[in-house]
């Protein structure tokens, strides 16, 4: 069995803890990334276009050879038009409804009814989770996520060993300056404002849509579970989720292993239970 360190709130080592066996875990990138996308389309939201979108003008196909208003003889292809101008009994046509015609209709537009949905089976989910908890203990999964942050990282993990867990006491507190200054203590607070150095802009259409920042998934504080007080603390750079809540999608965002993690200890005692 795996053995780790817990540290209290300046670094120093309080005692070592067996690990669950969750950290023993073979590391299945590819299952993550099954799990991950499983869960992207769980969030998707099914849309479609108006069904008689481009069907709705009044436009016509004049099959019969010797009909008035017909196009027969006129050396052009027999799609619906409409009438576009009108010299006595003569008519100038023009396109309408087909895909190929101004206003007409979309070859194959996106269907509401589509299904996005994917499963995955209760087995397989599982051991994605616990596959993703075994990578934030392998520092080369995590050092090979924050290529760019490499050597911030090899700072953190000459003074700690992975996976970094915390006494449970600082699960009591419910400000962010106090944890703030937990971090400074630690010397892991250089990490979050790598983290927040990456807000920038965002390409593209979203901007306008009530997205216009985006920002890289920072460090990741698993917490014994949902009374904490802990959970009260919005801290940029920092996500906090109790142990109970974790998933493939929060442990691999982008369904790329090894994301940066600390663990309390009451986490670490309620995950010998979780997953299995």
């Known amino acids: 069995m795996m053995h780790a360190f817990v540290y209290d709130a300046n670094g120093n080592i309080l005692k070592e803890i067996e690990l669950p066996p969750h950290f023993e875990e073979e590391i299945r990138p590819d299952l993550i990334k099954r799990a991950v996308l499983a869960i992207y389309s769980h969030k998707r939201q099914p849309y479609g276009s108006y069904e008689d979108a481009g069907l709705e003008a009044s436009a016509w196909t004049s099959k019969r050879r010797r009909s008035y208003r017909t196009s027969y003889g006129r050396g052009i292809s027999r799609v619906p038009r ?7 009994g003569m008519f100038i046509w023009i396109a309408r409804k087909v895909p190929n015609a101004v206003k007409g209709r979309r070859a194959h537009p996106p269907k509401p009814e589509k299904i996005w ?3 995955i089976n209760k087995k397989e989910r599982k051991k ?3 596959s993703a908890i ?3 203990a392998n520092k080369y999964f995590v050092l090979n996520r924050y290529s760019k942050a490499s050597e911030i990282i090899e700072k953190i993990l000459e003074k700690y060993t992975l996976p970094i867990i915390l006494t449970s006491d600082i699960e009591k507190i419910n400000k962010t300056k106090d944890l703030r ?3 400074k203590n630690l010397g892991i607070y250089e990490f979050i404002e790598y983290v927040k150095e990456t807000k920038r ?3 593209g259409k979203g901007k306008r849509r009530g997205r216009r920042v985006v920002m890289n998934r920072g460090l990741l504080l698993v917490v014994g579970d949902e009374k904490s007080e802990i959970n009260k603390i919005n801290m940029e750079g920092v996500e906090i ?3 109970n809540k974790l998933n493939a999608e929060v442990l691999a965002p982008s369904a790329k292993p090894g994301r940066f993690t600390i663990w309390t200890e009451k986490a670490i005692e309620n995950l010998r239970n979780l997953f299995i």
Request: charged share 20%; net charge positive.
């Open 241 to 243: 989720v109790p142990v």
């Open 201 to 203: 802009q965002r390409a």
């Open 134 to 136: 075994a990578a934030t």
């Open 128 to 130: 994605a989770i616990r």
């Open 82 to 88: 409409s009438i576009l101008v009108r010299i006595g």
């Open 181 to 183: 200054s937990i971090f």
């Open 117 to 119: 949905y994917e499963k």
